[in-house]
């Protein structure tokens, strides 16, 4: 070995060096799990991978016949704040009596600003937060439902208008048979779940976009309070006093979610159809309530209101102190040219219950009830 | 090679026929004869290194799969090791304690109706530790009320963090969350939260509750839910409550016009401080909050209690629509209620859904009082906690 290696052993020690490198590349990336080419995709700007945990990544959902998952994604990137990802799954399958049914799976993912439209953000905000969309985890300033999902990102990523930006996750899910289409799982894996999906692709999203904290988001409790179920046999809605409908509570059904210090919600919705008959949100939680900054107005809505506010066609909103945090109630109705004052009813009892003065104008004598 | 085959041909004769007489006279396993020569060494060594390797070999496989001397003496379903189970002891036996264990799976039954539910008993110098997993049973004359006694009593204070679970220096439980099992439906036969917890016996009552006891307890029983999730594949692991827990129940010194610390509540005449026993009363904000009053072998002479959470206020659900009894009178759809000689209770129906109030005493003895005291401590306490104005009226004895 003293003397130089001669050609023949020279080639003989460089194949064999090789050959050792790769096997120990090869052993190395076996062991840590860790191989470029084990034929998993990712989605959503690499915050997805194939079989990580909810069923509409999952490999077993290609083993139908003709089964295909496809994504389609434009990243934000620091001079466009917004971005858009959807993962498609589509597979047929032929049902007990031989038609053909075909699954559609849709799940999109939205990165971008609080729409600038004040009468599109309120109905944005309220398809968010109502119905029965229950707090993330780890004190995250968002919600799901377990189909659908908003989270608010840090302060860093506001506009330049100060508006916050936000990561919004929707699906559907639809199996199309010959003769109709049934609604369907989209399998998101439930709110748990849609949490950590959503903080997954926050965090990927927000270093696309150049505005990612220096601690990545983390979620790693579990989702501790689900909502109660639908209650269709009512006259009093969402147990506030002054939300008594009377007959026609007969057709309706009321959602109660969340009922925080920081978030409160009561939907009323038709029993046939689903169609809204209102929703009506409070929002004291800082980042959530940044959300309405710029579309509640300079001055009371009407008199005897507290805060500023707008009442407009199709919404009613009004952001007043309370307790040195702002308090925000919505009202989303089809037409609030009604005059019953189940908005009014609304903010003075959630007021109430958080410790605040009423915001809305106290009929005298009525202010016990 | 060939050199050592030759070898050990000839030394083969050679051992048995001219084995020299000093060698003879040592026993066969003696190491001079076993390495006598440098193929009986081969042979020697290959044997041992065989034996060696089956012996590493095998202890490799049962440790890998936790079996014979290797076996992993986890306790409680697995949620606790060794060391962990002995730390739960700790203070209660002299030194480390041996502790054994014994348990009932968590399983439920066929038709699912009783929920799931599961029995862990630790046992260690004389002292034991029982362990439960089981779903709150709401129906009257079910073990609601009497879970209630002990676990929602005085000496407990709440986890925090929105957790539904409180901890004491003998007791601790905490519900499985909801993202995990589902919510529990009052539709269902029995639809209270399914909880595991924990008791170590009994202490004298009028000792103050520190706080070691009760965050040793209330990490236990967070790892026993997170392991129970765990088993379930469910998501996310609750994290150690123990920083943020409110601090212990305190020893009142009430005031004549804020009995329990509820404030516009006289005390009734007979109930002044400084006879016997003391006055105990849970701290921080929900799910409960306990009022004891005299208690004797854990059982108080009367009890004030606020149940804030509606899933563990489905407790007293049916309790509270109990016709048998004089039934208060409240405002249209405000709740339920009733009185009697030594209970009196209102099922309020809040913002958040539905809450208790109520007042036990352990006799009959005083009706009047519990009479006199009911719609002030559901005025006072309604408001307290954002469900208030709630009016209630008691029939007039009849």
């Not at chain 2, 083969?12 to 040592?26: N, S, Y």
């Not at chain 2, 594949?233 to 004549?256: H, N, S, V």
Request: charged share 25%; proline share 7%.
């Amino acid at each position: 070995m003293k003397k130089l290696l001669g050609g023949a052993r020279r080639r003989a020690a460089l194949v064999g060096g090789a050959v050792v490198v790769l096997v120990a590349a090869g052993a190395g990336t076996w062991a840590t799990d860790t191989w470029p080419f084990d034929g998993k995709d990712s989605y959503c700007w690499g915050a997805w991978k194939e079989d990580s945990g909810p069923g509409f990544l999952s490999r077993e959902a290609l083993d139908e016949d003709n089964a295909s998952r496809t994504s389609k994604e434009t990243a934000p990137t620091p001079r466009r704040q917004r971005g858009r990802c959807t993962v498609s799954l589509h597979s047929e399958r032929f049902s007990s009596d031989g038609d053909k049914v075909v699954e559609k799976t849709e799940v999109t993912v939205d990165y971008g600003p609080a729409p600038e439209s004040a009468a599109r953000r309120m109905e944005w905000i309220g398809g968010y937060l109502g119905d029965r969309a229950m707090p993330l985890p780890d004190s995250l300033p968002g919600v799901s439902d377990g189909r659908s999902g908003l989270l608010v990102l840090p302060k860093g990523c506001d506009t330049h208008d100060g508006r916050p930006t936000a990561v919004t996750l929707d699906s559907t899910a639809e199996s199309v048979y010959s003769d109709s289409t049934m609604p369907g799982d989209a399998g998101l894996g439930g709110s748990p779940s849609v949490a950590r999906l959503l903080v997954a692709v926050a965090n990927h999203a927000m270093e696309k976009a150049g505005c990612a904290p220096d601690q990545p988001l983390e979620v790693d409790s579990p989702v501790l309070t689900l909502p109660e179920s639908r209650e269709t046999f009512f006259t009093r809605a969402c147990r506030i006093r002054g939300l008594e409908l009377g007959e026609e509570a007969e057709d309706l059904a009321y959602q109660v979610g969340p009922v925080t210090r920081d978030l409160q919600s009561c939907s009323v919705r038709q029993v046939r159809g689903d169609g809204r008959y209102f929703d009506a949100l409070m929002v004291a939680e800082p980042r959530l309530s940044a959300l309405f900054d710029g579309a509640t107005g300079s001055k009371a809505p009407a008199r005897g209101w507290r805060g500023t506010g707008v009442f407009a066609d199709t919404y009613k909103v009004v952001r007043a102190d309370c307790a040195g945090r702002p308090f925000t109630v919505l009202m989303l109705a089809p037409s609030l040219h009604e005059t019953r004052p189940y908005f009014a009813a609304f903010a003075n009892a959630v007021a109430r219950r958080v410790g605040c003065a009423p915001v809305a104008p106290v009929a005298p004598g009525g202010s016990d009830r | 090679m060939s050199d050592s085959e030759n070898d050990n041909s000839d030394e083969r004769t050679a051992g048995d026929k001219h084995v020299p007489l000093h060698e003879r006279r040592r026993p066969w396993w003696h190491w001079q004869r076993l390495t006598g020569s440098r193929p009986r060494l081969g042979v020697t060594m290959g044997v041992i290194g065989v034996v060696a390797g089956a012996l590493l070999g095998g202890a490799g496989v049962a440790w890998q799969a936790e079996a014979g001397p290797f076996a992993d003496d986890r306790a409680c379903w697995g949620a606790f090791g060794q060391d962990d189970a002995a730390a739960l002891f700790e203070g209660r036996t002299g030194g480390k304690a041996d502790v054994k264990s014994s348990e009932v799976p968590i399983t439920s039954d066929r038709t699912g109706a009783e929920g799931s539910s599961g029995q862990c008993l630790l046992t260690a110098d004389g002292s034991r530790i029982t362990v439960q997993a089981h779903q709150l049973d709401t129906r009257f004359g079910g073990a609601g009320d009497q879970w209630a006694d002990e676990f929602l009593s005085a000496r407990l204070t709440p986890l925090g963090g929105g957790l539904l679970g409180m901890a004491s220096d003998t007791r601790a439980w905490l519900a499985v969350p909801d993202g995990c099992i589902g919510r529990p439906r009052d539709a269902d036969v029995n639809g209270g939260p399914t909880v595991i917890d924990m008791a170590t016996g009994w202490t004298i009552y009028d000792d103050e509750v520190g706080t070691e006891a009760p965050d040793r307890l209330a990490r236990a029983v967070v790892r026993l839910v997170n392991h129970y999730m765990a088993e379930k594949g469910c998501t996310g692991t609750i994290a150690d409550p123990t920083g943020r827990m409110p601090e212990p129940p305190r020893f009142l010194d009430e005031q004549k016009d804020a009995m329990c610390g509820v404030k516009g509540l006289p005390l009734p005449r007979g109930y002044g401080s400084g006879s016997l026993g003391r006055t105990l009363v849970t701290r921080g904000a929900g799910p409960v909050r306990t009022c004891d009053r005299r208690v004797l072998f854990h059982h108080p002479e009367l009890r004030l209690m606020t149940v804030e959470d509606p899933r563990l206020a489905m407790l007293y659900e049916r309790l509270s629509r109990d016709g048998a009894k004089d039934p208060v009178k409240a405002g249209d759809q405000d709740g339920y209620g009733f009185v009697r000689d030594d209970m009196g209770m209102f099922q309020a129906e809040c913002q958040t859904g539905p809450v208790t109030f109520l007042i036990r005493a352990d006799s009959a003895r005083r009706p009047a009082d519990i009479r006199t005291l009911l719609p002030r401590f559901v005025a006072a306490e309604a408001d307290r906690i954002g469900c208030g104005p709630l009016h209630i009226t008691v029939p007039a004895k009849g």
